[in-house]
Nanobody, 122 residues
């Protein structure tokens, strides 16, 4: 059982940046693809970005391309989501998840963190 803990959320103004972290409890983290999803109030959870186990391959939702960057530090069992030029519509609870392969479907991910809140004021 791998535990994931997100951190780095907070309240920022539009145009600001945040870096979210996802700390895994097990070294097996390096064997899994990692993804970030988000869920705003009253909306379904949506895919944001994912990265392969090696870190070589990444994929992004259209609405974050050019603004967000997903990365990982396998020796330290940690993943990241760098978010630049934040917009009010980016406000949501952000979740990291890991699974056997990089997919955009949340059902493909086995382990999830508890989420971290991102609030963006205009």
């Amino acid at each position: 059982q791998v535990q994931l803990v997100e951190s780095g959320g907070g309240l920022v103004q539009a145009g600001d940046s945040l870096r979210l972290s996802c700390a895994a409890s097990e070294r097996t983290f390096s064997l899994y693809a990692m993804a970030w999803f988000r869920q705003a109030p009253g909306k379904e959870r949506e895919f944001v970005a994912h990265i392969s186990s090696s870190g070589r391959w990444t994929n992004y939702a259209e609405f974050v391309k050019g603004r967000f960057t997903v990365s990982r530090d396998n020796p330290n069992n940690t993943g990241y989501l760098q978010m630049n030029n934040l917009k009010p519509e980016d406000a949501a609870v952000y979740y990291c998840a890991i699974g056997p392969s990089p997919r955009t479907e949340s059902t493909q991910y086995r382990y999830w963190g508890q989420g971290t809140q991102v609030t963006v004021s205009s």
